[in-house]
């Protein structure tokens, strides 16, 4: 206990007491101006652009992570005989370096990546776009990269609850005549009630939090038109030396994602156990 106070609730806490000053991050002095820094980040318009887009992309990750993934794993549980290789295929963009991905996306999505020279090719120049480049799509092609990386680490999870399914309840709805979507939904969706809370848990919070990604794609541009609360973090505090507004913004990302990590896991639970 004394261990985590000192590395964990102490440094905690002095980061929130920075948050009501002007410190800049190195010099000693510093003044306290209490609720300031809120009070500005009310009035930035960034700031606020940051927070919508932070929680548009946690939200839609989720929803459309988890929602391939569910789809992956109900396909490779199947009786398919490449069952085995697909799951390895599936699951290994989720073992790759996060950055590393970003970067690797970041040259295929360029104006001449390979996305754009594969539809010349097969005839779609019309499609081409700057992906990354386009404030309307930059955020988007955000998500995609995300979602193709980590849609098969749902996958597994719902795979895991799936296969803790007795095969004597698909045989027994199987003679009752229950169609396959009856069957998922009447059946197997509740049964995957744990797999759900799990996934959606770790969806939400990774999106919220979601720094790296969006770094080394496109640094919160163009503009901010992909910026989210923590690369805005770290341009006010290392860009422009602003480590009281800058902390001041981590706060509300700690809120948030307290608020709703929180929110979700009480809700998920009492489905949970209404399922049970």
């Given at each position: 206990?004394?261990?985590?106070?000192?590395?964990?609730?102490?440094?905690?806490?002095?980061?929130?007491?920075?948050?009501?000053?002007?410190?800049?991050?190195?010099?000693?002095?510093?003044?306290?101006?209490?609720?300031?820094?809120?009070?500005?980040?009310?009035?930035?318009?960034?700031?606020?652009?940051?927070?919508?887009?932070?929680?548009?992309?946690?939200?839609?990750?989720?929803?459309?992570?988890?929602?391939?993934?569910?789809?992956?794993?109900?396909?490779?549980?199947?009786?398919?005989?490449?069952?085995?290789?697909?799951?390895?295929?599936?699951?290994?963009?989720?073992?790759?370096?996060?950055?590393?991905?970003?970067?690797?996306?970041?040259?295929?999505?360029?104006?001449?990546?390979?996305?754009?020279?594969?539809?010349?090719?097969?005839?779609?120049?019309?499609?081409?776009?700057?992906?990354?480049?386009?404030?309307?799509?930059?955020?988007?092609?955000?998500?995609?990269?995300?979602?193709?990386?980590?849609?098969?680490?749902?996958?597994?999870?719902?795979?895991?609850?799936?296969?803790?399914?007795?095969?004597?309840?698909?045989?027994?709805?199987?003679?009752?005549?229950?169609?396959?979507?009856?069957?998922?939904?009447?059946?197997?969706?509740p049964l995957l009630a744990p797999?759900?809370?799990?996934?959606?848990?770790?969806?939400?919070?990774?999106?919220?939090?979601?720094?790296?990604?969006?770094?080394?794609?496109?640094?919160?541009?163009?503009?901010?038109?992909?910026?989210?609360?923590?690369?805005?973090?770290?341009?006010?505090?290392?860009?422009?030396?602003?480590?009281?507004?800058?902390?001041?913004?981590?706060?509300?990302?700690?809120?948030?994602?307290?608020?709703?990590?929180?929110?979700?896991?009480?809700?998920?639970?009492?489905?949970?156990?209404?399922?049970?």
């Amino acid at each position: 206990m004394l261990l985590f106070a000192f590395v964990v609730l102490v440094p905690s806490a002095r980061g929130v007491y920075y948050a009501f000053t002007d410190w800049d991050g190195l010099s000693p002095e510093f003044s306290w101006i209490g609720l300031g820094n809120f009070t500005t980040m009310i009035d930035d318009a960034t700031a606020r652009q940051a927070i919508w887009h932070t929680l548009l992309i946690a939200v839609a990750i989720t929803i459309i992570q988890n929602g391939i993934g569910l789809l992956l794993a109900l396909g490779v549980n199947s009786m398919i005989k490449s069952r085995n290789v697909l799951r390895v295929l599936l699951f290994a963009p989720a073992v790759v370096t996060p950055i590393v991905t970003a970067y690797l996306w970041r040259n295929l999505l360029g104006p001449d990546g390979a996305v754009n020279s594969l539809l010349g090719a097969v005839g779609l120049a019309s499609w081409q776009q700057d992906w990354l480049g386009d404030p309307q799509l930059a955020l988007w092609a955000v998500v995609g990269v995300i979602v193709w990386q980590f849609a098969g680490y749902s996958m597994v999870i719902f795979l895991a609850g799936l296969q803790s399914v007795p095969k004597e309840i698909y045989e027994a709805a199987a003679i009752d005549g229950t169609g396959p979507v009856r069957r998922f939904w009447s059946i197997i969706r509740p049964l995957l009630a744990p797999a759900f809370t799990i996934n959606l848990m770790l969806s939400i919070i990774g999106g919220i939090k979601l720094f790296d990604q969006v770094f080394a794609l496109t640094g919160g541009g163009p503009g901010h038109a992909t910026d989210t609360i923590s690369t805005l973090i770290y341009k006010e505090a290392f860009t422009l030396g602003e480590f009281g507004y800058s902390i001041a913004l981590a706060v509300v990302l700690t809120i948030i994602v307290a608020v709703a990590s929180t929110g979700q896991y009480f809700f998920l639970a009492r489905n949970e156990r209404a399922a049970s």
